[in-house]
Each structure stands twice: as C-alpha cells, then as structure tokens.
C-alpha cells in the first residue's frame, strides 16, 4: 500500500457546484495535512494547511483530516472556472526538517 | 511575496550531455529542494539541502547530483542525461525547521532526446 493514494481523477464540475478531493494514507506518523493548487504550467502553491485532526475554512475551501480514519479531505463550495487546476494533497510527521509526502494530484476542470 | 527563480523554463539536451539546472531564492530561506514530477508518477523528490555545502538524497538520488555554494541558489546537476530524464523538474524552498509550507519555482520542463 502506497504511504498516500488520491483519486487520479481527472473531474469536471459545473460552475457553482461542490467538489470534495480526498486522501487516504497509511502512515500514523503524519500529523500536518496539506493542500497544494498547481495551476497549469507553474509549480504548486501552499492552498490549505492543518495540523492533526479537525476542520480547517477560509473562504470557500474546507479542508478536514480524520485521523481514526487516515483520510483528509478538501471541499469546494461554489466552484469557480478559476478553481481549475490540479490539486496535491501532501502530509508530514512532525519533528523538525520532516520530509512531505506527496499525493499524484488530481485535475479538476469547473466548466462555466 | 518569496520568489523561487528556476534559470529555464524549457531546455532540450542530447543524451550524454551534462545539464546544470539552476534555482535561486530570495527569502534567505533555509531550505531548498529538487523534485521532479512526472504524469501518473507524481512528485518526487530528488535531493534536498537545509544549509549552505549541506546535501542529503532524496527517493530518487540516482543519476543526479546537487550543489548549494550559496545560501540563496541550489543546483541540480545531470551528470550524463538519459531519455528517462525527460521531466518537469520543481525547485522549491522553506523556511526554519518545518517544511509543510514549501515555495515552488514554476518549474523546467527537459526533454533529452
């Protein structure tokens, strides 16, 4: 089992509609939960970022981690055309200079 | 807002050549890493380095090397590029000692033929 596996997608939405990507992973050491938005032709950027279990929201982005479950989640509320763009989940121990564990990523496509 | 600056945006190389792919930035960031992404295979990092003439391997080391002479600029050498190094390679860097906010450069697509 791969230590982090993410829907290889690719999605597509309508505007407006709610999109959820989601994580699972294996490893019990992994206490920071990561979402990186890579925009076609650029490198990825830091979009969420929560530490252990819970929910996270800023605007219209929920991020959730389950640890009992080892799944992390990232929801999208009114999904724009500008929200297309491949999504990375990424996840870390904590300790200092951890390494990130990327997932592959997943495409999504809001049509307007 | 930190900006990471990769040298290239594409580059072609024959096989056998050695490649020198440059990344400089510019928040006196501690740490400064290589990954490569690939379809279907995500991204993978390479090597990383958390202080100057510092290096350590990454999950796919073999067939690259590093250096970091300066604080602010992290090289990744191809010694003699191969086809399977054909990639999208990402710079990035952190700061301090937890790396779950990463700052990537926008990347140099090679292809070695």
């Known amino acids: 089992q791969k230590e982090v596996e993410q829907d290889p997608g690719p999605l597509s939405v309508p505007e407006g509609a709610i999109v959820s990507l989601n994580c699972t992973y294996s490893n019990s050491a992994f206490q920071y939960f990561m979402w990186y938005r890579q925009y076609s032709r650029k490198g990825p950027e830091l979009l969420m970022y929560?530490?252990?279990?819970g929910n996270k929201e800023d605007g219209r982005f929920t991020a959730q981690v389950d640890k009992s479950s080892k799944y992390i989640s990232l929801f999208i509320r009114d999904s724009q055309p500008s929200d297309s763009a491949t999504y990375l989940c990424a996840m870390s121990p904590s300790g200092a200079n951890s390494k990130l564990t990327f997932g592959k990523g997943i495409t999504l496509s809001v049509r307007p | 807002d930190v900006k990471v600056t990769q040298s290239s945006r594409y580059l072609v190389k024959r096989t056998g050549e050695k490649v020198f792919l440059e990344c400089v930035q510019d928040m006196d960031h501690e740490n400064m890493f290589w990954y490569r992404q690939d379809p279907g295979l995500g991204l993978r990092l390479i090597y990383f380095s958390y202080d100057v003439k510092m290096k350590e391997k990454g999950d796919i080391p073999e067939g690259y090397s590093v250096s970091r002479e300066k604080k602010e600029r992290f090289s990744l050498i191809l010694e003699s590029a191969s086809t399977n190094q054909t990639s999208m390679y990402l710079c990035a860097s952190s700061f301090g000692l937890s790396n779950e906010k990463l700052f990537f450069g926008s990347g140099t697509q090679l292809s070695v033929l």
């Open positions: 929560t530490y252990s279990s």
